[in-house]
């Protein structure tokens, strides 16, 4: 990755003169099987692109209620572009088609007009749970039927496709607009992508630029991440099979509460049930060199990533067990 970037050809992309960043683009729209890419320095802004490529000021979204961009984007929907977000919750971040048609809007003159759905898949904050590839169908469905735009928040689409063995054209083909991140599992330093049609991209390239986020010569980082795309996909599974050992032995400890089943891609979600706080629980773990992330009063994150060999998830466990066997 450090050669690609070392030798990456650059040009300034806010006159679309980067053919690194051009070569990113393209491959990024091939591989989920649409027309037109547009590379951006974070998942956020790509989310945040999205809302405003598919919606007025006072539009409402349909989205799941622990969704990334209800939480975690500065309330950016309703900052940036005016929108009202109507949350559903699902089964694990898993929403279905009737829960979506349900909370579709009328068309009196005191309701707000729906515009959008957005699915995130994995799912952040419900643990990296995967959507069937027949419940997205099902949805995409009621929203075309009801003249709705449908977006994927796809931080971690890559792992979903790993996960389910659905290749992610197949899931894309159910969105307008999907967000890509190279930054996360796939190992680039910076980096998404939003990928869709050419019109939806040519009015993304506008919003990018009022958010701030055109760039120079940034072939220098799209370089990273068009090698990660290239060459890191195909690892994630070893991820998937380091977070389903970590589960395992997290499950055993005293002071956890943990279903290893419920672990599908790269993510462990579990609940510290000793009376300790989760950010208690985590200094502690700092401590002793094991590093997690609060997700809740009692609840933990941890992730596993491609930098991380067998033999440290067993060594993490060793670490972490005087502090969460209780
Ligand atoms: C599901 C999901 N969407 C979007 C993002 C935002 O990505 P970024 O941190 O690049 O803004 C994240 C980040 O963790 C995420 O988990």
Known sequence: MMDAIMHAEVGDDVFG??????????????????EAAVYVPSGTMSNQMALRVHSQPGDEVILEGDAHIRHYEGAAAAGLSGLQLYPVYGDRGILNASQVAAAVRGQHDWDPQTSLVCLENTHNRAGGTVYP??????????????????????????????????????????FDTISVCFSKGLGAPIGSALVGSEEHMAKARRARKAFG????????????????????????????DHAQTLADGLAGFGSVSLD???????????????????????????????????FGPTRIRATTHRDLASED??????????????
């Open 17 to 34: 003169e980067d053919p690194t960043v051009q070569k990113l683009e393209k491959e990024v729209a091939s591989l989920l099987g649409k």
């Open 260 to 294: 290893p089943a419920q672990v599908e891609t790269n993510i462990v979600m579990f609940d510290v049930t000793d009376g300790r706080t989760a950010l208690e629980v985590l200094s502690e773990l700092e401590a002793v060199g094991v590093r997690m992330v609060p």
């Open 313 to 326: 998830i067993s060594q993490a466990l060793i670490q972490a067990e005087p502090v969460l066997n209780r």
């Open 133 to 174: 590839l027949e419940t997205v169908r099902a949805i995409s469905d009621v929203a075309r039927e009801n003249g709705l735009a449908m977006h994927l928040d796809g931080a971690r689409l890559w792992n979903a496709s790993v996960a389910s063995g659905t290749s992610e054209a197949d899931f894309a083909a159910c």
């Open 213 to 240: 986020g055109g760039m120079r010569q940034v072939g220098l980082i799209a370089a990273a991440a068009l090698h990660a795309l290239r060459h890191h996909r195909s690892d994630l599974a070893k991820d998937h």
